[in-house]
Nanobody, 116 residues
Framework: QVQLVESGGGLVQPGGSLRLSCAASRIIGSIYTMGWYRQAPGKQRELVAEAIKGGSTNYGDSVKGRFTISRDDAKSTVYLQMNSLKPEDTAVYYC??????????WGQGTQVTVSS
């Protein structure tokens, strides 16, 4: 069984930055995508960003130009650099890993709060 351990969430002022990290509990050689989703109270979970095997990336429209995703396959780890944070970025952020056999793993979530 694989566990995803997220870190880096917290409270930040509008315009500030945070860096989220997500590491798998063991090295996985068959990663297809690693990414981040978020869910705000009363809203559906939505894609924030994903890094796909081979190097391509996808971003949600609301974070394009502000967030950057990167992954380190040797460590089975994915990072999310979040800049120019806005109050509407406040949510629980979940890490997701999809294997090449299309099995999904989810992290427990980390709270990000953007407020003055």
């Amino acid at each position: 069984q694989v566990q995803l351990v997220e870190s880096g969430g917290g409270l930040v002022q509008p315009g500030g930055s945070l860096r989220l990290s997500c590491a798998a509990s063991r090295i996985i050689g068959s990663i297809y995508t690693m990414g981040w989703y978020r869910q705000a109270p009363g809203k559906q979970r939505e894609l924030v960003a994903e890094a796909i095997k081979g190097g391509s990336t996808n971003y949600g429209d609301s974070v394009k130009g502000r967030f950057t995703i990167s992954r380190d396959d040797a460590k089975s780890t994915v990072y999310l650099q979040m800049n120019s944070l806005k109050p509407e970025d406040t949510a629980v952020y979940y890490c997701k890993l999809k294997t090449t056999t299309y099995f999904n793993y989810w992290g427990q979530g980390t709270q990000v709060t953007v407020s003055s």
